[in-house]
């Protein structure tokens, strides 16, 4: 896959996230921002993402072939997931890593151990939102190669599907790392399948007409998932 593989590199500016969506991932309403300690810690965490984080992605491109083999992974996938009826339907696939690097958990590490339990909170917070941010910008630049082969159309839609979620085991971690090989930008994968970096992601990014993402979400895993965000990105 070595040809069909590129690295992104990000500037940490491009990934600074709305106050707000940081405070929804706290828990927390919108409005909080405009109190002035919440907005000042959010200010403050803002300005350690830029300073400290190395935000850099790596895809690759994929088909429907190869990409059976790597969901498969370890064989402990659900019996039935939504990914298994979306991926065979899918015009292009490519696999997917995205990491900030060490220095940002390094550093909410040292405000717990420092006794600065909301800014720490707060950074984690950024940080968490700033990744997905930095995967959304990879995702970008693969489909603005697509774009320039003449491969996306108006109906097209792209999302990422990652192990952990929606019946596919965390497990399958391991067949992504061997075939993306993301341990070129850093990123190291556990024995219990767990990411290092901690602000990394993984997963495959599917794309192709918008219907093909559409399922109901009635399987028997779906009565565990809290957030039920697969509606919103179902449109």
């Not at 828990?27 to 907005?39: H, K, L, Y």
């Not at 403050?44 to 429907?64: T, Y």
């Not at 292009?92 to 390094?106: D, E, M, N, Q």
């Not at 093909?212 to 779906?222: E, G, K, L, T, V």
Request: aromatic share 6%.
């Amino acid at each position: 896959m070595q040809s069909k593989r590129e690295i992104v590199r990000i500037e940490p500016e491009r990934i600074i996230p709305d106050p707000a969506a940081v405070l929804r991932s706290l828990g927390g309403s919108p409005t909080a921002r405009e109190d002035e300690r919440v907005g000042s810690l959010i200010r403050r965490a803002q300005d350690l993402l830029v300073a400290r984080a190395v935000p850099v992605g790596i895809f690759a491109e994929v088909n429907v072939k190869e990409f059976r083999s790597i969901y498969r992974g370890e064989g402990l996938n659900e019996p039935r997931t939504p990914l298994d009826g979306i991926f065979p339907r899918a015009d292009h696939l490519a696999l997917l890593a995205v990491t900030l690097g060490k220095a940002i958990s390094v550093h909410v590490n040292e405000l717990l151990e420092g006794g600065q339990y909301a800014l720490a909170s707060v950074l984690d917070a950024v940080a968490s939102e700033a990744t997905e941010m930095a995967g959304k910008i990879t995702e970008g630049r693969f489909l603005e190669l697509l774009a320039s082969r003449g491969h996306v159309h108006p109906g097209t839609r792209l999302l990422r599907y990652s192990p952990g979620y929606c019946g596919w085991h965390v497990s399958g971690q391991k067949a992504i790392f061997a075939a993306l090989e993301p341990e070129e930008i850093g990123i190291s994968l556990s024995e219990s399948f767990l990411m290092d970096p901690l602000k990394s992601i993984s997963g495959v990014i599917v794309v192709g007409p918008a219907e093909i993402h559409r399922f109901a979400d009635n399987y028997p895993f779906c009565a565990a998932c809290r957030t039920r965000t697969c509606r919103a990105r179902m449109g």
